[in-house]
């Protein structure tokens, strides 16, 4: 009897091993039946969302080009300015030539718009005098003295490049700019605008005009749509054959709170195969 009771303990004891084993192994395809799932899951997730942000960005893309194919018409309604709807986009257009450049404007205009976006009057001095230093070719200040020597006792790393600003995020590194001034000033101005600006539909920069003598306020404001095709208020544009340059903004909205934001400036003008337009800036947010 005694072989057989060792025998029957060991055949147990095998038995309850194969059990374990099994237990183990049901345990581990839960556990990777259960990965699956949730991997399954989050990349359906983030495909559904991927989805969503290419139907978004074609539908604001759309809406930027429809605009832009509408100004390139020299024939037609006229193209409106400011708010619109283009499908499922809520799109702004903005005609560049009312705003100011900085490139080109004068020293007296670039202290009168700053003035007017509410620099103090000392500020508004200095300012001006590093803008047109940061843009003159002239290795000396307009007081006379060392370009560079200023940005360095400020504890920066470059100098006035002497050359025009490529863009209104430059103004940024002018020796005296705050990023709360230039969020006042960007709206107003641009480096694609007119270079003999006399008049504005912009009312801040209409103002500046008026302040330097070189525009009358409201007046110039109705004389900008007299000579650019826009009416008084900035409301439409009639077709043009000559160059323009327009800010079109676009923005639609999805489900879950979704949003996607272009924003394009534009050249449109006479090129060698007729009414042409070239993007200048392209960017999303």
């Not at 809406?63 to 708010?83: K, N, S």
């Not at 160059?243 to 979704?258: E, N």
């Amino acid at each position: 009897m005694w072989p057989f009771a060792v025998s029957l303990r060991a055949g147990r004891r095998e038995r309850g091993f194969a059990l374990l084993v099994v237990l183990w192994a049901m345990v581990l395809l839960a556990l990777l039946v259960t990965t699956i799932t949730g991997t399954g899951r989050t990349e359906a997730r983030l495909a559904a969302n991927l989805r969503e942000s290419a139907r978004l960005q074609a539908a604001v893309d759309g809406a930027i080009y429809e605009v832009v194919f509408r100004a390139l018409a020299t024939t037609g309604a006229a193209l409106p300015l400011g708010q619109m709807v283009r499908g499922p986009a809520l799109v702004w257009v903005e005609d560049l030539s009312q705003k100011l450049n900085p490139n080109t404007a004068s020293p007296q205009l670039v202290q009168a718009l700053l003035r007017r976006v509410g620099v103090s009057d000392e500020l508004a001095v200095s300012l001006t005098a590093s803008i047109i230093d940061w843009r003159d070719n002239s290795s000396s200040t307009t007081a006379g003295g060392n370009k560079t020597a200023p940005y360095v006792a400020a504890g920066k790393a470059y100098g006035p490049p002497q050359e025009p600003f490529e863009s209104v995020a430059e103004l940024a590194n002018v020796l005296g700019m705050t990023p709360d001034i230039l969020a006042r000033l960007a709206p107003h101005i641009t480096v694609y605008g007119s270079s003999t600006l006399q008049s504005s539909t912009d009312p801040v920069v209409a103002a500046a005009l008026a302040d330097t003598g070189a525009g009358t306020g409201a007046t110039a404001a109705a004389t900008a749509g007299a000579t650019t095709g826009v009416t008084t208020g900035g409301t439409s544009a009639q077709p043009s054959t000559g160059s323009r340059f327009l800010a079109i903004t676009a923005t639609v909205r999805g489900p879950g709170g979704a949003r996607f934001t272009r924003r394009a400036e534009v050249s449109i003008g006479q090129g060698d195969h007729g009414r042409e337009y070239r993007i200048l800036t392209w960017t999303a947010s």
